[in-house]
């Protein structure tokens, strides 16, 4: 069997993003590598950026595949730029790992929380607590924050729960609701439109615009679901609206702290 092909092996290509913006583009899959590759070239264009060696940076945007820089062409331009990031790039060849905490967040997938989870499990034939099994044992990464504040894009879902969007978005998604699509799964910070399957509901806050960090999962982070009852989603979610809890006590013990 041939080995699988290295994402981070070719050379990154570098796109206009406008007259103040330059895209560094590393592949065209949603891939653990890709992501490694972007953080690491964004950690060293910060080193680069704090010790006053890229005069015109303004600052960047990481996404799954790619890094947007953004700078001031009145201090800067792009050749200057590119010439200046250019001995960066065999930073992120490396597709070194990215460091993230580890969470275990609550999902509530009973009632009302999970209304596409019915259609959920005919669509893959299986059974519905097969569907919450699929999706509450299976760790996922945290590629991406966007869409939403703190709205987290993370993968990769198991192979059976990998659906296209809803044919027919709804206008508004409630704050909390867990959801899948496109090999990924997200929670909605906050009531909005949306297209993904909804399985269940969270009770923890993703944004806090009150704290230093306002989003509470972060790009690299490591996530897993554990399947709660409605009983106890109302109880975290009335303690969490008293102030009585704080959304960190969720983190995963055994690898980054006290868990809730």
């Not at 964004?42 to 990481?62: F, K, N, S, Y």
């Not at 820089?69 to 001995?87: E, I, K, N, S, Y």
């Not at 299976?138 to 987290?152: I, R």
Request: hydrophobic share 45%; aromatic share 6%; proline share 8%.
């Amino acid at each position: 069997m041939a080995a699988e092909p290295d994402v981070t092996s070719r050379q990154p290509r570098l796109l206009d993003a406008g007259d103040a913006a330059l895209t560094i583009e590393f592949g065209d899959v949603i891939d653990p590598a890709l992501l490694g590759a972007v953080a690491s070239l964004d950690q060293a264009i910060a080193r680069e950026q704090a010790a006053g060696r890229l005069p015109g940076l303004v600052e960047t945007m990481p996404t799954f595949r790619s890094l947007t820089v953004f700078f001031d062409p009145l201090l800067t331009g792009r050749a200057a730029l590119v010439d200046a990031l250019r001995p960066l790039f065999s930073a992120a060849g490396s597709g070194a790992a990215v460091d993230g905490r580890h969470w275990r967040l609550p999902v509530c997938y009973e009632g009302d929380a999970g209304p596409d989870l019915a259609e959920t499990a005919q669509t893959i034939g299986c059974s519905i607590d097969e569907v919450i099994a699929l999706h509450s044992q299976t760790e996922v990464m945290v590629y991406m924050l966007g869409f939403l504040p703190g709205c987290p894009f993370m993968g990769d879902v198991a192979e059976p729960l990998r659906l296209p969007r809803r044919s027919k978005p709804r206008v508004r998604v409630p704050a909390g609701s867990v959801a899948v699509a496109a090999g990924l799964t997200t929670i909605y910070p906050w009531e909005s439109p949306g297209g993904w399957h909804l399985l269940g509901r969270c009770p923890v806050p993703l944004f806090d615009g009150h704290r230093e960090s306002p989003s509470l999962l972060a790009v690299g982070d490591s996530v897993r679901f554990e399947s709660i009852g409605t009983a106890e989603y109302q109880r975290i979610a009335a303690a969490v609206e008293a102030g009585e809890v704080d959304p960190g006590g969720w983190l995963d013990q055994t690898n980054s702290g006290a868990a809730q």
